[in-house]
């Protein structure tokens, strides 16, 4: 019923920023929790930052006060901006709805941060 589209990761130098997007489409309505999740090669599954539809936030330890989710309830649209990125931040991202109980997932999109 949702369907999740990343886009804007990349390579980026150790210190440098990426923003992040995800749109969403299908039965809009339905979401009420969107968020960020990443994996590392190697590693578990973690959930990176969290937002409900009336905008409260949710951030791993690992990246507060360096990330930031936010959400465009007209564009159907979350964004996570990453700042003072570090190469442990290096894994695909994947972003998720939750709609009545069910996660949905976005293809993922890579992040590599190396210099």
């Known amino acids: 019923q949702v369907q999740l589209v990343e886009s804007g990761g990349g390579l980026v130098q150790p210190g440098g920023s990426l923003r992040l997007s995800c749109a969403a489409s299908g039965s809009i309505s339905s979401i009420y929790n969107m968020g960020w999740y990443r994996q590392a090669p190697g590693k578990q599954r973690e959930l990176v930052a969290g937002i409900t539809r009336g905008g409260s936030t949710d951030y791993a330890d690992s990246v507060k006060g360096r990330f930031a989710i936010s959400g465009d309830n007209a564009k159907n649209t979350v964004f996570l901006q990453m700042n003072s990125l570090k190469p442990e931040d290096t894994a695909v991202y994947y972003c998720?709805?939750?709609?009545?109980?069910?996660?949905?997932w976005g293809q993922g999109t890579r992040v590599t941060v190396s210099s």
């Open positions: 998720t709805a939750e709609s009545r109980g069910y996660h949905y």
